[in-house]
């Protein structure tokens, strides 16, 4: 069972980037499709970005062209780098890992884009 703590979370200005890690434990990252969700207060959760066991990767519309998602098998770690982000954005982002029909999250990281 894998084990997944994101980190990276923080206040930054309209416009700004932020990189968040999302880092497995446990198990290895290569072994499982690992998507990046929000939450925003009063909002459902959304999915933002995902990266398939074959290093596929699909983006939300709201994100494709600022935003990547990678993958480090070495540091067993998923990344999300978002550049010019917006004040709606501000929200928990999570990461979740699926793999044969199970599902595994994190705790979250609070990114906060305000001015």
């Known amino acids: 069972q894998v084990q997944l703590v994101e980190s990276g979370g923080g206040l930054v200005q309209p416009g700004g980037s932020l990189r968040l890690s999302c880092v497995a434990s446990?198990?290895?990252?290569?072994?499982?499709?690992i998507s990046w969700y929000h939450e925003a207060p009063g909002k459902q959760r959304e999915l933002v970005a995902t990266?398939?066991?074959?290093?596929?990767?699909d983006y939300a519309d709201s994100a494709k062209g600022r935003f990547t998602i990678s993958r480090n098998n070495a540091e067993n770690t998923v990344y999300l780098q978002m550049n010019n982000l917006k004040p709606e954005e501000t929200a928990v982002y999570c990461c979740?890992?699926?793999?044969?029909?199970?599902?595994?999250w994190g705790q979250g990281t609070q990114v906060a884009v305000s001015s």
């Open positions: 979740d890992a699926v793999a044969r029909g199970e599902s595994y």
């Open positions: 446990g198990s290895s990252v290569s072994i499982y499709d």
């Open positions: 990266i398939t066991i074959g290093s596929r990767t």
